[in-house]
């Protein structure tokens, strides 16, 4: 039986022209990057003589490199609490059958609605009072406290899919609470820990606010202030700026791929609601 039928045709064709679409951005921003500073033409004309030398420079005058470093260090330590923590909290909640396990998982909730712009003063009066404006403790603090809700609704939405009965033999062999969780329940939630992973990843690592409040005036700059401050200083030179924006989403690429089937893993199987 031929299953290929006209309205296939129609919508693999209706996908390539949206692809395309989206495509032509990406295109101007690699073609511009590899263009020297000299060459005016349009930006839709591909580059005769390409150049990586902007990339050179970009990397050079930036500063992107400790600002990479910077920002690898705020995410993985955000991103490992938040697992951790997520997790654990998650798997009490999903497990525990007492009353006050349903109020308490909407309680965390709530912490979806509230808009994090309440509390930026108070939290910069107290992180000043405290002397850690211009350390990365403040935006792991804030990062974790922020996320935890959204990473607790994954976990526990994806958890409350997968059966008691798994952990029934490790209570067996003798196995505590948190011996089932190591041992049964956390390898189980591998699909979704990517998806914890990449969400919260690309969150705080090209969130723009918070370090521009709480690491202005300090060395310690991530790579969207760093990328900001170097667009100011260079407006008018479109080639190494862009030579820049395509250094500062290498690692957000890689991480993406190497988590990818996971992140489809989670987003297919545990987010069923």
């Known amino acids: 039986m031929n299953r290929y039928t006209w309205r296939t045709g129609t919508l693999e064709g209706v996908m390539i022209v949206v692809a395309l679409i989206f495509m032509v951005p990406v295109y101007v ?7 020297d500073q000299t060459d005016l033409s349009s930006p839709l004309v591909p580059t ?41 909290c998650a798997y009490g909640l999903a497990r525990a059958t007492a009353r006050w396990s349903a109020p308490a ?37 804030i990062y974790v406290g922020l996320r935890l809700p959204f990473t607790l609704f994954l976990y526990t939405t994806f958890l409350r899919q997968i059966p008691a009965e798994y952990e029934e033999a490790a209570s067996l062999d003798g196995a505590g609470t948190f011996g089932r969780f190591r041992r049964v329940v956390f390898p189980l939630l591998r699909p979704i820990t990517g998806t914890v ?37 260079n ?8 030579a820049a924006l395509l250094i500062s989403v290498i690692p957000v690429l890689i991480a993406f791929f190497v988590f990818q089937k996971t992140l489809i893993q989670g987003f297919a199987s545990g987010i069923k609601g």
């Open 29 to 35: 921003l690699i073609n511009l990057s590899i263009r």
């Open 235 to 242: 407006t008018t030179v479109w080639p190494l700026v862009f």
């Open 48 to 88: 005769a003589n390409p150049t990586f030398d902007n990339f050179a420079n970009a990397w050079a005058q930036s500063g992107l490199g400790q600002a990479m470093v910077n920002s690898a260090v705020i995410t993985v330590v955000s991103v490992l609490l938040l697992v951790g923590l997520g997790s654990l």
């Open 197 to 233: 992973i990449i969400l919260n990843g690309l969150f705080v690592w090209n969130d723009f606010l918070t370090p521009l409040l709480y690491l202005s005036g300090s060395p310690n700059r991530t790579v969207p202030i760093a990328v900001y401050s170097f667009v100011n200083e």
């Open 105 to 141: 998982f909407y309680l965390f909730m709530i912490g979806l609605l509230v808009p994090f712009q309440l509390g930026l003063v108070p939290l910069y009066r107290n992180f000043a009072a405290l002397g850690l404006l211009g350390t990365m403790v403040p935006l792991v603090i």
